[in-house]
């Protein structure tokens, strides 16, 4: 029976962590364990997370260095065999995401699906489907990082690169489809709404120099460098005017 480690990397996430909390606590599949990294929060995130009394729940609240240090101190500190990186904004499709992971025959090591876009109250926005054309194209990143459920090993030898603070995991997804001994398979099935909430989400100007670094590292041609940066300035600004 394997065993899954959820992990959610939370900062002043009052608004939406008892959402994410309870549909990872209501999943019916029950062999897994829950860690929360809080980056010593200053609202009510902390007193949220102690109100649910469950033996799978970890908490650990200290300061960090971003969002993907957070992530590698859960990761670190995990024990299940694969691992979910669950967003504090987030939350699972339905009770039966778990039961349906442990289904699939374990010999992948990402496994990665479609995601399902919702507004701050839960509506639907955009369903988005498999994204691996894009590895050879980079206008958009190649996966649904949301979905990623990912063996503990393979989050060992492809880690986050800290210098990064918003694009590190586009860096991540890149190395690891472009690692030929690396497993990765397409689940088609929805796992998880994705809330239009987060710091991403609502930068309307992306991060260009650091689709730059990543770009330049992964080693694209100059232009498709260009064209990716552009694509994204562009598409950023047609969503705030309109």
């Not at 289904?103 to 509506?123: A, M, R, T, W």
């Not at 603070?165 to 489809?177: C, H």
């Not at 990765?184 to 650091?210: A, D, M």
Request: hydrophobic share 40%; proline share 3%; charged share 20%.
């Amino acid at each position: 029976m394997i065993k899954f480690s959820i992990v959610t990397v939370c900062f002043n996430s009052e608004k939406y962590i008892a959402h994410c909390i309870k549909s990872v606590l209501n999943q019916s599949y029950v062999n897994f364990e829950y860690i929360l990294i809080d980056g010593n929060s200053n609202d009510g995130t902390v007193e949220i997370i102690k109100s649910f009394v469950d033996p799978r729940i970890k908490l650990i609240s200290e300061p960090d260095d971003g969002i993907y240090d957070a992530m590698m101190k859960g990761i670190n500190l995990s024990k299940g065999e694969c691992v979910h990186l669950l967003n504090s904004d987030d939350y699972y499709i339905d009770e039966n995401v778990l039961e349906n992971w442990a289904s699939v025959n374990f010999y992948f090591d990402i496994l990665h699906g479609p995601l399902l876009k919702v507004n701050e109250s839960g509506q639907i926005q955009s369903y988005i489907g498999n994204k691996t054309a894009y590895l050879n194209f980079p206008t958009l990143s190649p996966m649904n990082h949301p979905t990623c459920l990912v063996k503990k090993d393979v989050f060992l030898k492809h880690r986050f690169d800290l210098r990064l603070k918003s694009a590190a995991d586009f860096l991540w997804m890149i190395n690891v489809l472009r690692d030929n001994r690396t497993k990765v398979i397409y689940y088609n099935k929805l796992t998880v709404c994705f809330r239009t909430v987060g710091k991403t989400s609502n930068n309307w100007f992306p991060p260009v120099k650091e689709i730059y670094y990543v770009l330049k590292k992964a080693s694209y041609r100059y232009d498709i460098i260009v064209y990716s940066i552009l694509f994204r300035v562009m598409r950023n600004l047609i969503r705030k005017i309109f």
